[in-house]
């Protein structure tokens, strides 16, 4: 049986070769049975618009003490500054405690019938040689709040999509708001039965954390039953590379003006090789 600072140090290693990582029994009961309280009132009483057909849900919730610097008028809740802060221990020990929330945690849930959500990444600074890293620039932390399968919407994912571009990356539609609200549900590419793909179940409670950058989807939900899932974005504030990666670094980073400035794209260019 493998030891809790071996188990830590397989997660890591996989997020950054695969792009995501499963940690096990991360969310106590008593705050797990918190959190779907909180969010099953918070879906009950949301008009949900059109362009969440995909998502199921996207409902943005600040937290108090961590307030959202990007829409400080977001609804806020202490239950998020508790959910911000709860992972602390785990983001040191995976070498991740250089990222920091954004402030928020999303509520995103799958009804039942749900469409499957579209492939995408979420990276927007295809622009900078910083696309190259090999340690995780941003991150999303998902809590899941029940069992996922294939059944009902489970999330999927393309292994080393994060750094490899694969045939996919050329027939996308930008994600959410840059385009895949108005996507077709017939568009072939955009739901495609990718052979590379693989399905990630996990277990209520678990918490799964993916670089932003890589290629992810979810089955559509077929059961009978909600999916819900609690997302929170993490960044690194700093563009330089971690004090304690041992790698390689790409002379593109090591080239990279300091001074650079932010330009949205979610292109991924010539960074992704």
Same mark, same amino acid.
């Given at each position: 049986?493998?030891?809790?600072?071996?188990k830590?140090?397989?997660?890591?290693?996989?997020?950054?070769?695969?792009? /995501?990582?499963?940690?096990?029994?991360?969310?106590?009961?008593? /705050?797990?049975?918190?959190?779907?309280?909180?969010?099953?009132?918070?879906?009950?009483?949301?008009? /949900?618009?059109s362009?969440?057909?995909?998502?199921?849900?996207?409902?943005?919730?600040?937290?108090i003490?961590?307030?959202?610097?990007?829409?400080?008028?977001?609804?806020?809740?202490?239950?998020?500054?508790?959910?911000?802060?709860?992972?602390?221990?785990?983001?040191?020990?995976?070498?991740?405690?250089?990222?920091?929330?954004?402030?928020?945690?999303?509520?995103?849930?799958?009804?039942?019938?749900?469409?499957?959500?579209?492939?995408?990444?979420?990276?927007?600074?295809?622009?900078?040689?910083?696309?190259?890293?090999?340690?995780?620039?941003?991150?999303?932390?998902?809590?899941?709040?029940?069992?996922?399968?294939a059944?009902?919407?489970?999330?999927?994912?393309?292994?080393?999509?994060?750094?490899?571009?694969?045939?996919?990356?050329?027939h996308?539609?930008?994600p959410?708001e840059?385009?895949?609200?108005?996507?077709?549900?017939?568009?072939?590419?955009? /739901?495609?039965?990718?052979?590379?793909?693989?399905? %990630?179940? %996990?277990?209520?409670?678990?918490?799964l954390?993916?670089d932003?950058?890589?290629?992810?989807?979810?089955?559509?939900?077929?059961?009978t039953?909600?999916?819900?899932v609690?997302?929170?974005?993490?960044?690194?504030?700093?563009?330089?590379?971690?004090?304690?990666?041992?790698?390689?670094?790409?002379?593109?980073?090591?080239?990279?003006?300091?001074?650079?400035?932010?330009?949205?794209?979610?292109?991924?260019?010539?960074?992704?090789?």
């Amino acid at each position: 049986m493998l030891s809790s600072e071996q188990k830590t140090k397989a997660a890591r290693e996989q997020l950054l070769e695969d792009g /995501f990582c499963i940690l096990d029994d991360a969310l106590d009961s008593p /705050f797990l049975r918190e959190l779907c309280d909180w969010s099953d009132h918070l879906l009950r009483t949301t008009t /949900f618009p059109s362009k969440w057909k995909y998502q199921g849900s996207d409902i943005h919730i600040s937290g108090i003490r961590h307030r959202s610097k990007r829409n400080p008028d977001m609804p806020s809740h202490e239950i998020v500054d508790r959910l911000i802060e709860y992972p602390t221990d785990i983001l040191e020990a995976l070498k991740l405690d250089d990222h920091r929330s954004g402030g928020a945690f999303q509520i995103i849930s799958k009804p039942p019938n749900g469409a499957p959500l579209y492939w995408h990444q979420d990276w927007s600074r295809w622009s900078d040689p910083v696309s190259m890293s090999p340690w995780p620039q941003q991150i999303f932390l998902n809590w899941y709040l029940c069992d996922t399968n294939a059944a009902n919407g489970c999330l999927r994912v393309i292994p080393g999509s994060h750094r490899q571009r694969i045939d996919l990356h050329s027939h996308l539609v930008a994600p959410h708001e840059s385009g895949g609200y108005d996507v077709d549900e017939e568009n072939e590419w955009m /739901f495609l039965n990718h052979p590379e793909a693989i399905d %990630v179940p %996990v277990k209520a409670g678990q918490l799964l954390i993916g670089d932003a950058r890589v290629l992810h989807g979810t089955h559509g939900n077929s059961t009978t039953d909600k999916r819900t899932v609690l997302l929170g974005w993490y960044y690194r504030r700093s563009n330089d590379v971690p004090a304690t990666w041992r790698g390689d670094v790409p002379q593109e980073i090591l080239d990279r003006d300091p001074d650079l400035p932010f330009e949205w794209n979610r292109d991924p260019g010539h960074y992704l090789t």
